[in-house]
């Protein structure tokens, strides 16, 4: 089964469908998803790894600080709560980069 995720319409296991979820055609413009947004204080990450494996992340914190930036040499970058060691770029699929910001005592 083919499904709109905020990575493009991947292919699933029909296993899906016991969940709510139903094949899209993928003849029909799809509408692009985020591939981050909080909802309820609660992040939601989508990303690929490595080795190209679509990978979703979840926080179990409400309002998990954004210490990590993740940022790319075409100069795509985005802060996110999660320690995530490979993660590919959004705009070219190259492997970003990651790096933890400090906090300063006030």
């Known amino acids: 089964m083919k499904i709109n995720t905020p990575l493009g319409v991947l292919e699933f296991s029909n296993l899906l469908g016991s969940y709510g ?18 909802e309820e204080g609660l992040e939601v990450l989508w990303y ?12 179990g914190v409400k309002n998990l600080p954004l210490d990590y930036e993740y ?15 490979q993660i590919r770029c959004y705009k070219c699929q190259a492997l970003m980069s ?5 906090k300063m005592a006030v």
């Open 71 to 85: 940022y790319c040499a075409c100069g795509f970058s985005f802060n996110s709560g999660f320690a995530i060691k």
């Open 48 to 59: 690929f790894d490595e080795q190209m494996r679509a990978r979703t992340r979840i926080s």
């Open 98 to 102: 990651q790096h933890k910001l400090s």
């Open 21 to 38: 979820f139903s094949s899209v055609e993928s003849k029909k413009p799809m509408k692009t998803l985020d591939f981050q947004t909080f």
